[in-house]
């Protein structure tokens, strides 16, 4: 800070005393409480005006904790209700592609999509908000961990690894039956609700869709994570349940991999994955009821 800012920060912090002083001596009562409330909103009314850089209220309701995730398409910010101080995700578009019409028709189709969905293990849209500036944001409630980063970061036990894995097949069990598939399954997109990843959630509907939709149909131009996509999708084709499927099979493979036994000591949970990668999607199980009971014998024939 220059010397012209401090003195000027100074004399603020001085002004900012005598207000405090003057709203002390009021009667304490409806009155003082009625100043404070429109005092702080003129501050959040006027703040915006001073500001030079892109706001950093968010429907006058939340401040932005960081920047978490940026990319040529997406934006996530972390929020904190000013009054709740509680944590939330917002995903929006980077503020240079507010007027690209594709990802704002693309965010919207998820917020309205995954705005619908009710289950513990997906990761609920709480509103689809309108910024000043016109972006559609997806407000979703702070997931302090993705898989990414715990696989990145720790090994898995054997108990945990099927913990996940049924978590997975029943968030999937219920989108399938919905009739959407998520067709971007990946560890980047699957959060943990609390520290010690125990409860598991999906995220990022980008890519979902419902049965009678195409991705050409909506003007869709990315693809889903190739270490994850099944085969078929990689090929063109149109994602359908058990390329959800296949995934699970990729991320039970590198759970597996890194669990604290080490790979070979979890025989039954890598034939599991291996079943869940065929290249052919009809060598996989035929659904996720039918993964989850597999899941299920591997896990009772080795005590899990
Ligand atoms: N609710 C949340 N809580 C915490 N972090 C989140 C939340 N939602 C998203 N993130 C973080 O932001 C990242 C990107 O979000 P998301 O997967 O929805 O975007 P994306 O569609 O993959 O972006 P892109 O357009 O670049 O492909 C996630 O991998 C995760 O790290
Ligand atoms: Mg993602």
């Given at each position: ?14 002004r900012?005393?005598?207000?405090w ?15 404070i409330?429109r ?8 703040h915006?005006r ?16 960081e ?38 028709q693309w ?9 619908a ?8 849209i ?21 898989l ?9 036990a054997a108990?945990?690894i ?8 029943s ?6 039956a ?63 349940p058990r ?30 994955a291996?079943?869940?990668m ?22 009772r024939?080795?005590?899990?």
């Amino acid at each position: 800070m220059s010397g012209d800012e401090k003195n000027e920060y100074a004399l603020v912090s001085a002004r900012f005393s005598a207000l405090w002083a003057a709203l002390g001596q009021a009667p304490a009562g409806e009155a003082r409480r009625l100043t404070i409330d429109r005092l702080r909103d003129a501050l959040d009314r006027g703040h915006s005006r001073l500001a030079p850089h892109a706001p950093d209220l968010i429907a006058n309701s939340f401040s932005v904790d960081e920047i978490v995730y940026a990319s040529e398409r997406t934006l996530v910010m972390k929020l904190r209700h000013r009054d709740l101080g509680t944590a939330h995700a917002l995903k929006t578009l980077p503020p240079d592609r507010r007027d690209d019409v594709v990802l704002r028709q693309w965010l919207l189709h998820e917020g309205r999509l995954a705005g619908a969905l009710e289950n513990p293990n997906i990761v609920a849209i709480r509103a689809t908000l309108r910024l000043a500036d016109g972006r559609p944001a997806l407000l979703s409630d702070w997931m302090p961990a993705t898989l990414s980063q715990c696989l990145r970061e720790r090994a898995f036990a054997a108990s945990k690894i099927a913990g996940i894995m049924r978590s997975l097949f029943s968030a999937l069990g219920y989108l399938h039956a919905e009739g959407i598939v998520h067709g971007d399954i990946s560890p980047a997109n699957l959060l943990f609700a609390d520290e010690d990843c125990r409860c598991l959630k999906i995220a990022d509907f980008g890519l979902a869709l419902r049965q009678e939709e195409l991705h050409q149909d909506l003007d869709m131009a990315r693809g889903a994570h190739p270490d994850f996509a099944a085969p078929e999708q990689l090929g063109g084709a149109r994602p359908e349940p058990r390329s959800d499927l296949y995934a699970c099979g990729r991320i039970l493979h590198e759970l597996v991999e890194r669990s604290d036994a080490g790979g070979v000591e979890l025989p039954k949970l890598s034939a599991l994955a291996e079943q869940l990668m065929q290249p052919d999607p009809a060598d996989r199980p035929h659904d996720t009821m039918a993964a989850a009971a597999l899941l299920e014998d591997q896990c009772r024939s080795c005590d899990l």
